[in-house]
């Protein structure tokens, strides 16, 4: 795998990637890593998404036509595009059941991991919050990239570290405070101010989104991370109507768990040569193609059609001259 990219996806809704059922309170989690209990997707998830949204590309182009009709369904030219597009084919590898073992794809990539977590705060409408944990593992993650993370504070519990002129400090010089739900944090010496612009202009795609990260960015202790992604998520109450008597009907009451619209989350893109015999194509024309097929928006997890799910994404290849 020579050729390295990150993938950032910028909840731009509310997000579900769904863990199944649960015995807890919450009947529809999201997932989350074991060991941390931050939230995350799983990378099949990712991969998937990334796949059907380069079919979608490819049931448009010529050789789908082509190969189909002009009249055809786009159903059909979507199935055709799975299995026989050579490009999405080397990539991803086979599409028909009976060669899933004739090779492997040469996109391979990671779980998405947690990188910034929306929360409400007292001034300035919500922050973004992150921890020295997840910088230290996202600073590992550009270093496979060929990139490096500025520097950025260690913070201790029940301390925050903001850009200097953040919206949401409340008082002044040594008595610079920010409130997050129904927790006051006391500002550090150290500022997040270099990591939030890096972050701001490699990981979103609006100029607003941008804008308000960089004023936003707040970097709180590892536990107090956790106790925000464990305790902040949306959950809501899913019910179903009896048409009859209008009231929920019987066993129709469940709960179900979102990720916040403004969640950032990224995942490690890895590409290597292509494994199909007869198909010599390069690391570097593997991720061309991603690039090229990738849709400014994407739709992750559950509940599409009521509208979760709709995230912005950049593929970010360092070195890379736009």
Known sequence: MSERALLFIHALTGMHPGAGTSPGTIDLPVQRERHTGWPTIAASGVKGVLRDACRERAADSESAVAETGPDAPRKERRRWANEFHESLVTAFGPGRVDEASAHAGAIAITDARILAFPVRSARGVFAWITC???????????????????????????????????????????????????????????????????????????????????????????????????????????????????????????????????????????????????????????????????????????????????????????????
Not at 214 to 239: M, Q
Not at 262 to 275: F, I, K, M
């Open 132 to 322: 020295s944990g997840v910088l230290d593992r996202f600073d590992r993650d550009l270093e496979l990239a060929g990139a490096e993370l500025p520097c950025y504070p260690l913070v201790k519990e029940g301390k925050i570290a903001a850009p200097p002129n953040s919206p949401l400090l409340l008082g002044a010089g040594n008595e610079r405070r920010i409130v997050l739900e129904e927790l006051e944090f006391l500002g550090t010496e150290d500022d997040s101010e270099k990591v939030a612009d890096f972050l701001a202009d490699e990981t979103l795609r609006d100029p607003g989104s941008s804008l308000r990260f960089r004023e936003r960015l707040c970097v709180l202790s590892d536990d107090d991370f956790t106790f925000f992604v464990r305790n902040a998520t949306e959950v809501v109450p899913r019910i179903a109507l009896n048409y009859e008597t209008k009231s929920v009907r019987k066993g129709a009451l469940f709960y179900q768990e979102f990720l916040p619209p403004e969640t950032l989350l990224y995942s490690l893109v890895l590409a290597g040569g292509s494994r199909r015999d007869g198909k010599e194509t390069s690391a570097s024309e593997i991720l061309d193609y991603l690039e090229k097929s990738l849709p400014e928006l994407l739709q992750i997890g559950g509940d599409e059609t009521t509208g979760k799910g709709l995230c912005a994404t950049r593929l970010w290849r360092p070195g890379k001259e736009a």
